[in-house]
């Protein structure tokens, strides 16, 4: 649902392309969680010693604007939970206003990996849901370790204005080019990607081992006992998917609802992911050539789809030979920032395509400044300092009694380690042509933001079917055009699940739930009643 901003100066091209593509699953499980070993006996973590106290911890909610407010402390190593280290995790919930219907909690996760539940729920995420479900549960959000507001996060140095203004490689602009070809141009983007990654070790290389969603949702069932609840009711959209079916495989017999909006395929190795959402992101933007006129009118770059494709494929040819002034900053509008703007934009047609349709068309008379701050909002003509958004739009960033972002960070940190990528550079450099013939700017941009994972501690994920034995019916949402987790993963995935059903929403755009009143409707009969969904349902 929610996607991080490129940063500037980074080698990262797609960030908004790469929030779903490195996702893996883990080791098969039983009944409870198991250590992600072979043979690992299967014990039940509430009820081992070490784990105890953080099971039967008791929050302490205060109120912070309309929301309330706790903390979470849970092990950092949950193989060694009694040596002390631990994370702190921001939560905030809305109380339902109807105690006498609560039903219980409904957590969620808005996506990423790297965004904030806390965030989004001061930031107006709780309009998300509807207001029957507000009605029957308390929403929860949280900070998954590592991220936002978490103690100790996931540091990068992508906040640190010095960091960012590093040189890169010496190699002038080629490590920013989207299909880099020559030897010089992949030295750059290789150097550029390995000084990334040792940034992250130098600064948080103590926890990078332990920010994996294996763990994350080890920490959402301490979460689900903390709050009270015998069984866990989940709503994750896009990454936040992810986690809802690997908590899924931990603890199938813990789950009491499960609704996986815009979900990942976990059967899927890196590269595989990689290329299809490329496909995907590639496809949307054919979407919105042929449908711009339908949701935004007059205000479409051209009148045709043809005209669209064409102002399109122009204006990459012309910002990679002389990119487009912004005003207010010496930094130009050049091709990497180009596909980002386009990229970010086709995650929510109903609010971004008017706003990109009139980038264009500004951008076709030379002036980058619209497209510049879609794709980096701090980049804004107003002296916005380019650390005050760390998000998308639905992410507003820090405020004063907020950590800044870092989801940028927490993304690279947590698709690495959930992910095996190659440790020699060839298989990447081996993808990148399939890729340019199978997706272009999409598909090189998105094997290249996986360069970074090269240099990365190993996790002990590996790609394979979901294996949920005792899990309940759980709920695949999957919309056709989604740009970012390609609909085909949702039957795959839906396929995976014991009882798995599934719900298509037929359009463009990331996510449906809280978009469609059809797809709501059909979630909250779910999530409400545990009534079951048609076989083919179609909104």
């Known amino acids: 649902m929610n996607h991080p901003v490129l940063k500037?100066?980074?080698?990262?091209?797609?960030l908004a392309a790469l929030a779903a593509t490195a996702l893996a699953g883990c080791g098969p499980a039983g009944d409870d969680a198991r250590p992600p070993a072979a043979g690992a006996e299967s014990v039940d973590p509430a009820g081992q010693h070490e784990l105890q106290g953080f099971y039967r911890q008791k929050l302490s909610w205060t109120r912070c604007g309309e929301l309330q407010c706790a903390t979470l402390t849970v092990p950092m190593d949950y193989a060694h939970p009694e040596d002390g280290r631990t994370f702190t995790l921001p939560l905030a919930k809305a109380v339902t206003a109807d105690p006498a219907g609560r039903i219980g909690s409904l957590v969620f996760n808005p996506g990423g990996p790297g965004e904030s539940g806390v965030d989004q729920l001061k930031s107006g995420g709780l309009s998300s849901f509807s207001e029957r479900a507000r009605a029957r549960f308390d929403i929860v959000g949280f900070d998954p370790r590592g991220v936002a507001g978490s103690k100790p996060a996931v540091d990068c140095g992508s906040s640190d204005p010095a960091a960012e203004d590093q040189p890169t490689s010496g190699a002038g602009d080629t490590s920013t080019s989207?299909?880099?070809k020559t030897d010089a141009e992949r030295h750059a983007a290789l150097t550029d990607a390995e000084r990334q990654a040792a940034a992250c070790k130098d600064r948080s290389g103590a926890i990078l081992p332990h920010v994996g969603t294996l763990d994350a949702a080890r920490d959402m069932d301490v979460l689900r006992a903390?709050?009270?609840d015998d069984k866990l009711t989940y709503l994750g959209w896009s990454y936040g998917t992810y986690l809802g079916t690997v908590y899924g495989e931990l603890f199938p017999r813990r789950v009491r609802a499960l609704v996986l909006d815009a979900p990942a395929d976990p059967a899927l190795d890196w590269s595989e992911a990689a290329l299809q959402q490329a496909t995907g992101f590639r496809k949307s933007v054919e979407d919105y050539a042929g449908q711009c006129a339908?949701?935004?009118?007059?205000?479409?770059?051209?009148?045709?789809?043809?005209?669209?494709?064409?102002?399109i494929t122009d204006l990459y040819a012309r910002v990679s030979k002389r990119p487009l002034r912004i005003k207010g900053t010496e930094e130009r509008l050049d091709q990497a920032m180009l596909h980002t703007a386009v990229s970010m934009s086709m995650y929510s047609p109903e609010s971004q395509w008017q706003p990109l349709s009139e980038a264009l068309r500004a951008a076709q008379q030379g002036d980058g400044t619209k497209l510049a701050e879609i794709a980096d909002p701090g980049i804004s003509a107003q002296g916005e300092s380019s650390d005050s958004s760390d998000s998308s739009g639905s992410d507003p960033g820090a405020t004063d009694d907020q950590?800044?972002?870092?989801?940028?960070?927490a993304l690279i940190a947590v698709n690495c380690l959930d992910q095996p990528h190659p440790r020699d550079p060839q298989p990447y450099w081996d993808l990148l042509d399939r890729a340019n013939r199978e997706a272009g700017a999409f598909g090189t941009s998105g094997v290249l933001a996986e360069l970074i994972c090269k240099d990365w501690p190993a996790g002990p994920?590996?790609?394979h079917r979901v294996q949920a034995e005792g899990l309940p019916p759980a709920l695949v949402v999957g919309t056709t055009g989604d740009p970012a987790t390609p609909y085909e993963w949702s039957k795959n995935l839906a396929a995976q699940l014991p009882g798995g059903m599934l719900l298509t929403f037929r359009g463009p755009g990331h996510t449906a739930y809280g978009r469609s009143a059809c797809v709501t409707d059909a979630v909250d009969a779910y999530l409400l009643d545990l009534k079951p969904v048609p076989d083919g349902k179609t909104c």
């Open 8 to 14: 500037r100066g980074s080698l990262i091209l797609a």
């Open 226 to 228: 903390a709050l009270g």
């Open 178 to 180: 989207l299909y880099p």
């Open 294 to 311: 339908s949701v935004v009118g007059d205000a479409c770059p051209a009148a045709t789809p043809d005209g669209i494709r064409t102002v």
């Open 403 to 409: 950590p800044p972002g870092n989801s940028s960070d």
């Open 461 to 463: 994920q590996k790609p």
